[in-house]
T-cell receptor, first 108, second 115 residues
């Protein structure tokens, strides 16, 4: 079982819709959770960090964490074509482990 | 801009050679981590340094080594290059008290091609 799992996609959503990105992790003692956005050929850019169960909102982005289910998600409201990128889930305990990323395509 | 820089941007080497990649962290960031990202994959953790000491290592062989300097710069050295070492190499810095690699800020990366 991979430590951090994400659906590779591509996930296609129409402009203005909600994009839902999911991630599961295997290490129950994981403490910190991150979502990064990576455009093709560029380095990862931090979007959200979340440390406790529940929702955390920042603008159009909402991160959701459920430690009991070992599940973290990212919702993007009012999706824009500029949101088209690969979204990486990262989990931290002693080291940061990344998933393989989900490619999001927002269709104009 | 994250304030983290890396050099060079691109590099081409041949199998068996050695390479040194460089990173300059944000001032005050005591922790630096290095990652290897192959095409279509997520970044893979190589190792982490806190105040010039290695304090975490991923599943990479000893031919991957590093250094961190007091001026917030660091190096990744790879000996005996193999074709599979071709990847984007990323460094990430964080304020990291007590060596915790918390919120990380990535540099632009170095694209290494091994022929």
């Amino acid at each position: 079982q991979k430590e951090v799992e994400q659906n590779s996609g591509p996930l296609s959503v129409p402009e203005g819709a909600i994009a839902s990105l999911n991630c599961t992790y295997s290490d129950r003692v994981s403490q910190s959770f991150f979502w990064y956005r990576q455009y093709s050929g560029k380095s990862p850019e931090l979007i959200m960090s979340i440390y406790s169960n529940g929702d955390k909102e920042d603008g159009r982005f909402t991160a959701q964490l459920n430690k009991a289910s070992q599940y973290v998600s990212l919702l993007i409201r009012d999706s824009q074509p500029s949101d088209s990128a690969t979204y990486l889930c990262a989990v931290h305990y002693q080291k940061v482990t990344f998933g393989t990323g989900t490619k999001l395509q927002v269709i104009p | 801009e994250t304030g983290v820089t890396q050099s060079p941007t691109h590099l081409i080497k041949t199998r068996g050679q050695q390479v040194t990649l460089r990173c300059s962290s944000q001032s005050g960031h005591n922790t630096v981590s290095w990652y290897q990202q192959a095409l279509g994959q997520g970044p893979q953790f190589i190792f982490q340094y806190y105040r010039e000491e290695e304090n975490g290592r991923g599943n990479f062989p000893p031919r991957f080594s590093g250094l961190q300097f007091p001026n917030y710069s660091s190096e990744l050295n790879v000996n005996a290059l193999e074709l599979d070492d071709s990847a984007l190499y990323l460094c990430a810095s964080s304020p990291g008290t007590s060596g915790r690699a918390d919120t990380q800020y990535f540099g632009p990366g170095t694209r290494l091609t091994v022929l």
